[in-house]
C-alpha cells in the first residue's frame, strides 16, 4: 500500500478517535460540572481540562474566563482551535477524502455525512437540545464509522492502519482521561471529601468510558479509585483500556511490519508487556500521575516511530 | 438571434413524440409530479452523501458543487449510435496514427495536407517526442470526444479531448442513480450496459504495457484532493483496483519508476496520468511544478514506463489543428469521414479574421488552446459591449482564436425551476485504444441549464444526463 495512503488512513483514525473521546471528556467534565457539590466554582475544573488536553494558551488567548458556554464552545465548534470537534471531524473527512478510492463506499460517506452535520450545527441549536445529546451524537457516529470499518472493510493492510491509529489514539486519550479525572481529585479537595461527592465523580469517569455497568459486573462491589484505575489500565478485556489499546497497537503493527519496523515493534511489546503482567498497586507507589504522563510520552514515541518507519519513509 | 429552430431529442417537428422516446414520454406522464419531486430530491441527497463534488476554479479554495443530474435521459437509438461509434473509432484511429505519424517520419507534412508550421509551431508539439516509440504507436489511449447534433439532426464533432479527457464518471454515476431511483424504467426499456467501462480501461491500460513486462502494475495518477475532477481519478482507481498516485509517492531510480509503499518501493509499468504534460516532470518541463516526477520523461524516453495518454497528444486536439481532421482520415485510412466537422475560420489567417470580425454577432470564437468553455464568446448570447470588448482581444491576439459558425445545437426536455423546458446538450463518449479500440455504448451527455444557452461545461453551471443507447 502507498505510504501516503496508509498516512491518512491512520489520521482519519486518529482524528475520529479524537473527536469522540473528546465528547467523553467534556460530557464527564460538563456532568461534574452540574453536581451540587462543586458549588458555583467550576472554572478550576475546565481550566484543569484544558491543561491536560493541552490547549490552555490557544483558549487564553480568546477567553478570559473558563465559563462552561466558553470551554463548551471552544472545544467544539472553534475553527482555530486544532482539537475542537468541528476540527477533528473535518480532519477526518479530509484524510478520508483524500483515499475515498481505498475506503468502502459506505465508509466514505459515513465520514462525509457525519462532517455535512457538523458543518451545519450552530452553538444556537447545541443548546436547544443540550450539549449531552451532541455528545452522544458524536460517539454514536465514532460507532457507526468503526462500525462500517470493521463490517466492510477487507482484512488486509488498510484496515491495519485504521486500527492503528484508532487503538495508538484511544491509548492517549485514556490516558488523558483519567488524568483530567486526578486533577480534578486533588487541589482543593481535602481528605475528607464527602463520599457521596467521589462516588458521583467516579461514575462520571466510568460512564464517559462507558465502563460504568462494566465496573459493576467486573467487581460486584463498591466503587473504589484503586479499581476504576485497575480497569481502565490494566484490564484487557476492558475495550477502552490502556491494556486494551496497546494490545491492539501491538498486533496491528506486527501484522504490517516491514524491514525497518523491529525496534518499533519491540518497543510497543515492551509497553503492553508492562500493563499485562502490571499491578495497580505498583502503580500507585510510582504515582499515578507519573505513571500516566510517562505512558503518553511512550505513546507519542511510538506514533513518531510509526511515520518514519511507514508513513512518510525518506526515499527508497 | 439568428437561430429559431432546434432539433428536439424527444419530440419531432409535427409535435409527436420520437419512437424511441414513446416509453420514457408515457412513464413520464403517468407518473405523479409529487412522486417525481420526491425523486429529484432524492438524487440530490445522494450526490451528495457519495460526495459526487467538483471543485470550481476561481471560488474559495476547496469549494466543492454538485453538478446537477436532470432525470429525464437522453436517448439514443441503437442505429444511431451504430453510425456514431463507426464514426468516431474512425476519427480516433486517423487521430492516433497522426500523432505517431508527426513523432516520427511527419508523411502528412510532406505530402503537403497541413503547413509544418502549423504543428511543428504549436505550443502542443512536444519535440522531447520526436523519435520516441510507444507500445501499440498508440498515444491517446483514452479520448473523450464531444459531439454534438445540430440542424436537421445530424451529429458534428466539436472537439477531440485527447489529453485528459474527464466526465466518465458522472456517466457511470448517473446510470447508478437512475437505476437505483427509477428501476422499472429499465425493466421496461433496453438500455444497453455502461457499468463494464472500469474493465475495458484496465484491459486497455494493460495491454499498452511496455514491452516485455508480463504481469504490469497499473497506477492511476492525480493532482491531488483539490483538483477539480479528483473524484473521478479516486473513482477510476477504485474502480480498477488500482493505487492511486499522487507525483511526491513516485520516484525515479536508473529510468524505472517506483512508488513508495509500506512495504518499501514497488515497481510501476503504466501510469493513467491526469496530470497535465506541462507538469509531469520538473526536469523536463515545467520547473515549479510540485505535482510531477523528477526524471519520469527519461524513463518513458527509455520505454520503461507507459504513460496514458502519451505525451504530446495535444497535438492533435488543438483547436487549430481541429479543421484537418477530415483530411487526416483520407490521408491515413483512404475513408471518407463519417461525421461531420464544423466550418472553422481560423483567425491567424488574415481572410479568416476579416470575415470574424464582420460576423461576431453570429459566431461563436474560441481560444486555441482554451477548455472548459473558459474564455470563449457565444455571439448570439452577448450583449455589444461584450462582443465589443472581444473583439479588442481578438484584434490583438488574432493567432489565439477560432471561429465557427453557432450551431442550433439540439434540445431536450430537462427539470428546470418552472416545470420541464427544452435545454441544449452535447454527448462525450469515450473511445478506449490499445490493442484494439473499445467503447462502451453511451457517454456523457451534458446539458445547459440555463434558458438558450449553449454552453454545457459544468464549470459553467451545466448540468448532466444519464445517456440511454437503446438496444435493437
Not at chain 2, 515549479?288 to 524513463?299: F, R
Request: aromatic content about 10%; hydrophobic content about 40%.
Amino acid at each position: 500500500m502507498l505510504s501516503r495512503t496508509a498516512d491518512h488512513l491512520f489520521w482519519m483514525a486518529r482524528y475520529m478517535e479524537r473527536a469522540e473521546n473528546t465528547a467523553r471528556i467534556l460530557d464527564v467534565t460538563y456532568r461534574l460540572s452540574l453536581l451540587p457539590q462543586n458549588g458555583e466554582d467550576v472554572e478550576p475544573m475546565w481550566a484543569g481540562m484544558l491543561k491536560i488536553m493541552e490547549l490552555q494558551d490557544t483558549f487564553l488567548a480568546k477567553h478570559p474566563r473558563h465559563t462552561t458556554e466558553a470551554v463548551l464552545e471552544f472545544m467544539i465548534f472553534d475553527k482555530d482551535n486544532p482539537g475542537s470537534i468541528y476540527r477533528c471531524l473535518r480532519a477526518t473527512r479530509e484524510n478520508a477524502h483524500a483515499v475515498r478510492g481505498t475506503l468502502t463506499s459506505e465508509l466514505w460517506e459515513t465520514s462525509n455525512a457525519t462532517w455535512l452535520k457538523m458543518r451545519d450545527l450552530t452553538p444556537t441549536k447545541l443548546w436547544e437540545n443540550g450539549p449531552g445529546a451532541f455528545f452522544e451524537w458524536v460517539k454514536y457516529r465514532s460507532h457507526l464509522s468503526r462500525g462500517v470499518t470493521i463490517g466492510t472493510m477487507l482484512q488486509d493492510e488498510a484496515l491495519r492502519f485504521i486500527r492503528l491509529g484508532t487503538f495508538l489514539e484511544r491509548a492517549d486519550n485514556t490516558a488523558r482521561i483519567l488524568e483530567v479525572k486526578y486533577l480534578n481529585l486533588l487541589p482543593g479537595t481535602d481528605e475528607d471529601a464527602t463520599q457521596a461527592n467521589d462516588y458521583y465523580q467516579w461514575s462520571a469517569l466510568l460512564q464517559s468510558v462507558s465502563a460504568f455497568e462494566v465496573y459493576r459486573k467486573v467487581y460486584r462491589d463498591q466503587i473504589t479509585p484503586l479499581r476504576v484505575a485497575e480497569l481502565l489500565i490494566l484490564r484487557a478485556d476492558m475495550p477502552r483500556s490502556l491494556a486494551r489499546s496497546m494490545k491492539e497497537v501491538y498486533s496491528n503493527l506486527t501484522r504490517v511490519s516491514n524491514a525497518r519496523s523491529a525496534e518499533t515493534e519491540r518497543l510497543a511489546g515492551e509497553l503492553e508487556s508492562h500493563l499485562r503482567f502490571g499491578r495497580i498497586e505498583r502503580i500507585f507507589e510510582v504515582g499515578f500521575r507519573n505513571y500516566l504522563e510517562d505512558f503518553r510520552d511512550r505513546i507519542f514515541d511510538l506514533g513518531c516511530r510509526i511515520s518514519e518507519d511507514f508513513l512518510i519513509p525518506a526515499r527508497a | 438571434m439568428a437561430i429559431t429552430k432546434f432539433f428536439n431529442e424527444m419530440t419531432a417537428d409535427d409535435g409527436s413524440v420520437r419512437s424511441h422516446y414513446a416509453g420514457y414520454a408515457k412513464w413520464l406522464n403517468e407518473t405523479p409530479a409529487d412522486r417525481i419531486e420526491r425523486k429529484r430530491a432524492e438524487a440530490d441527497a445522494l450526490f451528495h452523501r457519495y460526495g459526487i463534488t467538483f471543485a470550481v476554479y476561481g471560488e474559495e479554495s476547496g469549494t466543492e458543487r454538485l453538478i446537477p443530474f436532470d432525470i429525464i435521459p437522453r436517448i439514443i437509438p441503437a442505429k444511431e449510435w451504430k453510425s456514431l461509434e463507426a464514426g468516431l473509432r474512425q476519427r480516433v484511429k486517423a487521430l492516433n496514427t497522426f500523432i505517431h505519424d508527426i513523432y516520427h517520419d511527419q508523411e502528412i507534412l510532406k505530402a503537403g495536407h497541413i503547413p509544418a508550421d502549423q504543428v511543428l509551431k504549436n505550443a502542443q508539439y512536444r519535440p522531447e517526442m520526436q523519435g520516441v516509440n510507444v507500445p501499440c504507436d498508440i498515444y491517446a489511449h483514452i479520448a473523450g470526444v464531444d459531439v454534438v447534433r445540430a440542424g436537421a439532426g445530424e451529429f458534428y464533432v466539436l472537439e477531440d479531448n485527447l489529453r485528459v479527457p474527464s466526465g466518465v464518471s458522472y456517466m457511470l454515476e448517473d446510470r447508478r442513480m437512475m437505476m437505483r431511483l427509477f428501476p422499472e424504467l429499465f425493466a421496461r426499456h433496453r438500455v444497453a450496459p455502461v457499468e463494464h467501462y472500469p474493465d475495458m480501461l484496465l484491459h486497455t491500460l494493460r495491454s499498452v504495457a511496455p514491452v516485455g513486462v508480463a504481469d504490469p502494475t497499473v497506477v492511476v495518477m492525480t493532482p491531488g484532493a483539490y483538483n477539480s475532477a479528483y473524484f473521478e481519478h479516486a473513482f477510476l482507481a477504485q474502480q480498477m483496483g488500482v493505487e492511486l498516485v499522487e507525483g511526491q509517492d513516485l520516484f525515479v531510480e536508473d529510468d524505472q519508476v517506483f512508488m513508495r509503499t509500506t512495504q518499501g518501493p514497488r515497481r510501476v509499468d503504466v501510469i493513467y496520468r491526469r496530470v497535465d504534460d506541462d507538469f509531469l516532470d520538473p526536469q523536463a518541463f515545467r520547473k515549479d511544478s510540485m505535482i510531477g516526477v523528477p526524471g519520469l520523461l527519461k524513463a518513458y524516453r527509455a520505454g520503461r514506463v507507459t504513460l496514458s495518454n502519451a505525451i504530446g497528444t495535444g497535438v492533435a486536439d488543438d483547436k487549430s489543428i481541429y479543421p484537418y481532421v477530415p483530411e487526416m482520415i483520407r490521408f491515413y485510412l483512404g475513408e471518407e469521414p463519417i461525421l461531420n466537422n464544423v466550418p472553422t475560420y481560423m483567425c491567424r489567417k488574415p481572410e479568416d479574421l476579416a470575415y470574424t470580425l464582420a460576423h461576431l454577432p453570429e459566431l461563436v470564437v474560441k481560444e486555441v488552446h482554451g477548455a472548459g468553455g473558459y474564455g470563449m464568446l457565444v455571439g448570439p448570447a452577448s450583449t455589444k459591449e461584450q462582443i465589443e470588448s472581444f473583439r479588442k482581444h481578438l484584434e490583438a491576439n488574432p493567432d489565439k482564436y477560432i471561429s465557427q459558425p453557432t450551431l442550433a445545437l439540439s434540445n431536450c426536455p430537462t427539470f428546470v425551476e418552472n416545470g420541464i423546458a427544452p435545454r441544449h446538450l452535447d454527448l462525450r463518449p469515450f473511445v478506449l485504444s490499445g490493442t484494439e479500440i473499445q467503447m462502451v455504448p453511451g457517454g456523457l451527455t451534458r446539458v445547459a441549464l440555463r434558458e438558450g444557452s449553449l454552453v454545457v461545461n459544468s464549470s459553467q453551471g451545466g448540468g448532466t444526463k444519464d445517456t440511454w443507447v437503446l438496444e435493437a
